[in-house]
């Protein structure tokens, strides 16, 4: 019930496409789902959060869509980069241990 | 500049001995955290402290060991009971105590085993 499935594990994306993360949870007491982005042999960084009070948020090309009775969330990268080549994580957490559950992660390969 | 920062950037651990992480932040945060991180798998919690002087396990503590004397710091010890160190690790740290805050991760540490 802790855990939260990510897919697909790898992703390959032209440059200009929409790349699309999907991760899956079942512990309803989630209530903050944050992505990361990680370059190789560099530490995670905030990407987007959202809360599930929200069906979607949105900041520049990255957006995060929520669908809370589905229990699912997924991040869409619009006009991918080449820059954006990373791994990305998706997590959940609740509020009273503060203790993030992470997706396995999936690499995202922008090719030019 | 603020951040946390962990050290060294590599570490080489031979049989039988026990090696030690070190992680600080500058950030005043109250809550730091430890995760391990293997190939094709994700960030998987070693030990967390919400406060100073206390701290609990997380879903792999076995065969780690953590401090939080100062606010500041949380190093992590690898002693000779883990059986498979070698992995990268990392050091993250928070705002709150027990909330679904958002956590800030340091650069990382590789253990390689001789």
């Known amino acids: 019930q802790q855990q939260v499935k990510q897919s697909p594990q790898s992703l390959i994306v032209q440059k200009g496409g929409i790349s699309i993360i999907n991760c899956a949870y079942e512990?309803?007491?989630?209530?903050?789902f944050p992505w990361y982005q990680q370059f190789p042999g560099k530490g995670p960084a905030l990407l987007i959060a959202?809360?599930?009070?929200?069906s979607e948020k949105k900041e520049g090309r990255f957006t995060i869509s929520f669908n809370k009775s589905a229990k699912q969330f997924s991040l869409h990268i619009m006009d991918s980069q080449p820059g954006d080549s990373a791994t990305y994580f998706c997590?959940?957490?609740?509020?009273?241990?503060?203790?993030?559950?992470f997706g396995q992660g999936t690499t995202l390969q922008v090719k030019p | 500049d603020g951040g946390i920062t962990q050290s060294p950037k590599y570490l080489f651990r031979k049989e039988g001995q026990n090696v030690t992480l070190s992680c600080e932040q500058n950030?005043?945060?109250?809550?730091m955290y430890w995760y391990r991180q293997d190939p094709g798998q994700g960030l998987r919690l070693i030990y967390y402290?919400?406060?100073?002087?206390?701290?609990q396990k997380g879903d792999i503590a076995e065969g780690y060991s953590v401090s939080r004397e100062k606010k500041e710091s949380f190093p992590l010890t690898v002693t000779s009971a883990q059986k498979n160190p070698t992995a990268f690790y990392l050091c993250?740290?928070?705002?709150?105590?027990?909330?679904?805050?958002?956590?800030?991760f340091g650069p990382g540490t590789r253990l390689l085993v001789l």
């Open positions: 993250a740290s928070s705002m709150a105590r027990g909330g679904s805050e958002t956590q800030y």
């Open positions: 512990n309803t007491a989630f209530d903050y």
């Open positions: 959202i809360r599930p009070d929200v």
């Open positions: 997590a959940a957490s609740s509020g009273n241990t503060g203790k993030l559950i």
């Open positions: 950030l005043n945060h109250d809550a």
């Open positions: 402290s919400q406060i100073v002087n206390d701290f």
